[in-house]
């Protein structure tokens, strides 16, 4: 099928976005590795469509500070090489190659990808798991939500017609931070059936901090927070490990699933991320 008329409007400038975003009526268009199917499908009909690839600034990784600030115009490939240095870095680098397939990832943004808040996307997860911070920008200014806040539910957040997603804010990790990301899926380039991201930051031996984020576990991504609880204070040994893996599996599923299946899994996921965080692989 193809798409519904739509006025196209190609933005040079973030005043140009807001603009066009403004009656509420329009739709962001970054990557459109999910708008285009999505309109092709006619599941979407915007009346217009606010094409952002023309806007330079909005390609731009800023490192400095205590996060990462991810422009509305990252794609999905930058992540694959050593942009963001340290421990999330490598966090990112190991989650990135999960996205689809190299195509996509050459055109598809993070961003983006949080805008849409498929549940079994990856990187809502770890903008969840880490504590990362959004801004939303509209003609009346910026306002900034937590990752935990944002995401609603299936293809939901908090983000009005009328708001671009101008920025993701990624914290940092701690040198020496650990970290694993475990996906279970169909096919290479499938979407996740369940995926377990991890980060733990280990100093003498204990665990300082955790952060434990659950793709498609639930109907949006999930913290584990009971099994970050159950790592705080205590050694990373096999023990531990199980005990938070199984305080996981306790998480609410999505009722509209297997809810044992998916809680088995998903115990298993978190001890196989927490191991691969440990002992590398
Ligand atoms: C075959 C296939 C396999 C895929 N597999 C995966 C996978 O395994 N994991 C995964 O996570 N994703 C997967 N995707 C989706 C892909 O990652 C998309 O790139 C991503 O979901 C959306 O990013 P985009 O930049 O392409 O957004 P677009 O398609 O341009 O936009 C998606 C939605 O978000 C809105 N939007 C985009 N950017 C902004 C912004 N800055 N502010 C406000 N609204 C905005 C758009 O208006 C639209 O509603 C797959 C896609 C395909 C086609």
């Known amino acids: ?35 285009v199917l999505e309109m092709n499908y006619r ?29 509305p115009l990252v794609r999905h490939r930058v992540f694959e090489s050593g942009a963001v240095p340290g421990p999330l870095g490598d966090l990112l680098r190991r989650v990135v190659h999960h996205i689809a397939h190299p195509p996509i990832r050459a055109r598809g943004t993070m961003a983006g990808s949080c805008a849409y808040a498929h549940p079994a996307a990856e990187w809502p997860a770890v903008a969840v798991a880490l504590g990362a911070r959004l801004d939303l ?38 040198p020496g931070t650990l970290v694993g990301f475990v996906e279970h899926r169909r096919t290479h ?21 955790a952060h434990l984020g659950l793709v498609n576990a639930a109907d949006r991504p999930v913290r584990a927070a009971t099994a970050e609880q159950v790592l705080v204070d205590r050694p990373l040994d096999d023990a531990v490990i199980a005990e938070a893996a199984a305080a996981a599996a306790g998480i609410d599923a999505d009722p509209h699933t297997d809810v044992a299946y998916r809680r088995h899994a998903v115990g298993v996921l978190v001890r196989r991320a927490l191991h691969q965080a440990r002992d590398g692989g």
């Open 1 to 35: 099928m193809k798409p519904a008329p739509f006025e196209y409007v190609v933005a040079r400038t973030a005043d140009d976005v807001v603009a066009a975003l403004a009656d509420g009526k329009a739709r962001v268009l970054a990557g459109g590795q999910s708008l």
């Open 43 to 71: 599941h979407v009909r915007p009346q217009r469509l606010v094409d952002i690839n023309r806007v330079p600034a909005f390609a731009s990784l800023d490192l400095d500070g205590d996060a990462v600030q991810v422009g």
């Open 137 to 174: 920008r509209s003609a009346s200014g910026i306002r900034t939500v937590e990752a935990a806040d944002f995401f609603t539910g299936p293809f939901a957040t908090v983000r009005r017609a009328e708001e671009l997603l101008l920025a993701v804010h990624l914290p940092k990790l701690p």
């Open 189 to 209: 380039a499938s979407f996740a059936g369940l995926a377990a991201v991890v980060a733990v930051t280990v100093t003498d031996g204990r665990v300082r901090a």
